[in-house]
Nanobody
Framework: QVQLVESGGGLVPAGGSLRLSCAASGRTFSRYAMGWFRQVPGKEREFVAAISWSGGNTYYADSVKGRFTISRDNAKNTVYLQMNSLKPEDTAVYYC????????????????????WGQGTQVTVSS
């Protein structure tokens, strides 16, 4: 069992930056691929970024490519999402998720492929 707790959300003007953190409990964190998703009220949760267990592979949604960076520190049981050049359309609740599957690639992009989820953190980008 893995518990995930996100932090770092907040209100930021367009063009600004935020770094989200996701702290995981449990000794098996380093075995899991991790992902970030986001959701706006009334819309489906959508994939943002994913990272392999080692951190050697990453994958991004087209909408955030070049602006967001996913990374992890297995010694700290933490995954990060650095968000730069934020836009009002990035406003959402951001969730981290853990994939306990054994395959390294391809990195998962679908909600049902992830096994554990955090409670989410709100990111609001003002125009």
């Amino acid at each position: 069992q893995v518990q995930l707790v996100e932090s770092g959300g907040g209100l930021v003007p367009a063009g600004g930056s935020l770094r989200l953190s996701c702290a995981a409990s449990g000794r098996t964190f380093s075995r899991y691929a991790m992902g970030w998703f986001r959701q706006v009220p009334g819309k489906e949760r959508e994939f943002v970024a994913a990272i392999s267990w080692s951190g050697g592979n990453t994958y991004y949604a087209d909408s955030v490519k070049g602006r967001f960076t996913i990374s992890r520190d297995n010694a700290k049981n933490t995954v990060y999402l650095q968000m730069n050049s934020l836009k009002p359309e990035d406003t959402a609740v951001y969730y981290c998720a853990a994939d306990r599957g054994t395959a390294v690639l391809p990195l998962r992009v679908r909600i049902y492929e992830y096994d554990y989820w955090g409670q989410g953190t709100q990111v609001t980008v003002s125009s």
